[in-house]
């Protein structure tokens, strides 16, 4: 059901709402951080509501005068004191600092912001210590179905009961049309006709209205043009010279201008775990676009294209689709309280395992992703080889594919079909 290209589906239950209550027990100052239009002043609006609170929203320009004129009264009043988008007036941390002075108390302020908290020019050690930061990610599979995914738990706990119980099959047209949807709020209500305009207005708004709070760059016109390069390269590790020169830029400038985008939480650095492993650990980070959706309209890639089976787009489609599950895998992680540092692994060998999680206990779980639905010898080798090197230290590896049956295939490895990440795995 379509209104003005817009579907119309229930609201939608968000996992971090619980989380952002825990932590406002735990910190004086809670913030919730990412992407422009990904949910945050939605999620502030419900814990506003329960509290029963205002909100000060600071993307409001007359809000954002009176603010600015007075910092420190527009950090008093009942906790938890809720102000969207609080980059654009900075000096509300030198005054909630201030506050914090007179008076320590936990859950007192609950911020949002479209830009990295430790990317703000001025103001952010205020807050040392204080703050807990947490981001907002775009909706995962299992919220957009309404489910409570346990994949990610149960992989770090339970391999066992990942495989115990048999599921429906996805076929790869629908693996496909959710890799392209994404989970950006306001894309996965769209039609398809528009979301492709959704991208285009959502990028030219979020560089022209939250760069500037970053930093005076003088060529803002070169944004989407670096974005663009740098989308080319997601599921793969970050070359941002590569970048640079095919978007006629100088690369000292581009590594400035890639750390921007960053900070807006467009693109994200995995970096390279276990580099006292081996001596041949690569230490390049790999790049990997927020949400699949963005990456998908800026790369040209439709269900339609697919279903063409399009030269370009299935080209191009695997490391979309590594972006994609990868990028489920991370939301799940951070709802986990058990995580210790995320990254890829990679030899110069040409090992390499698209996702490692280590947990606080020092154990490791290592996740494979291919958009094929065949098992080999070569698909396994990064598990096998990360597996051999850490020893009792490895809990389990998955090879995470569009197959259909869960099951051991070698010691502590275990082939998974990637739907499980969206499903109820407990029996």
């Known amino acids: 059901m379509a209104y003005a290209g817009v579907m119309l589906i229930p609201p939608i239950d968000r996992r971090i709402l619980s989380i952002v209550e825990e932590r406002l027990a735990e910190a004086p100052v809670v913030v919730l951080q990412g992407a422009r239009s990904v949910g945050k002043s939605t999620v502030l609006a419900e814990l506003a509501r329960r509290h029963d609170v205002e909100i000060t929203d600071l993307d409001d320009v007359v809000v954002r005068a009176r603010v600015q004129a007075s910092a420190s009264d527009a950090v008093l009043g009942p906790s938890p004191v809720c102000i969207d988008e609080h980059q654009h007036v900075p000096e509300l941390l030198q005054a909630i600092k201030a506050e914090l002075n007179r008076r320590h108390a936990n859950g007192r302020w609950l911020l949002t912001g479209s830009a990295s908290f430790w990317a703000m020019p001025r103001g952010t050690q205020a807050l040392t210590g204080r703050i807990h930061l947490l981001e907002v990610m775009p909706f995962s599979q299992g919220e957009l179905n309404g489910v409570h995914e346990d994949f990610f738990d149960l992989a770090l706990a339970d391999p066992a009961a990942l495989v115990a119980a048999r599921r429906p099959v996805t076929e790869r047209d629908e693996y496909e049309r959710r890799a392209c949807r994404g989970g950006m709020p306001l894309a996965v209500r769209a039609t398809d006709r528009r979301r492709a305009n959704f991208y285009r207005s959502y990028l030219s708004t979020s560089l022209a209205r939250d760069v500037l709070d970053l930093s005076r760059v003088r060529q803002i016109n ?201 499903q109820t795995n407990r029996t």
């Open 222 to 422: 070169v944004l989407p043009r670096l974005m663009e390069r740098l989308t080319a390269q997601t599921g793969q590790v970050l070359n941002v010279v590569k970048a640079a020169t095919a978007a006629g830029i100088e690369p000292r400038s581009a590594d400035n201008y890639t750390r921007l985008l960053e900070a807006l939480f467009l693109i994200r650095r995995l970096p390279a775990w276990g580099r006292t492993l081996r001596s041949r650990t690569a230490h390049s980070p790999k790049l990997h676009v927020v949400d699949s959706g963005l990456a998908a309209y800026l790369l040209g890639i439709t269900p339609e294209k697919l279903a063409r089976r399009s030269p370009s787009a299935l080209a191009e489609f695997g490391h979309l689709f590594e972006t994609f599950v990868v990028g489920e895998l991370l939301k799940q992680a951070s709802w986990s309280d058990d995580v210790r540092e995320l990254g890829h692994w990679r030899t110069h060998d040409g090992e390499e395992v698209d996702l490692v999680a280590e947990t606080l206990d020092g154990t490791v779980v290592g996740f494979e992703i291919k958009a094929g639905r065949e098992v080999d010898t070569k698909s396994l080798r990064g598990l096998i080889a990360l597996r051999n090197s850490l020893g009792d230290q490895f809990r389990a590896g998955y090879f995470l594919n569009t197959g259909s049956e869960a099951y051991l295939i070698d010691d502590r490895i275990h082939v998974c079909p990637i739907d499980r990440l969206w």
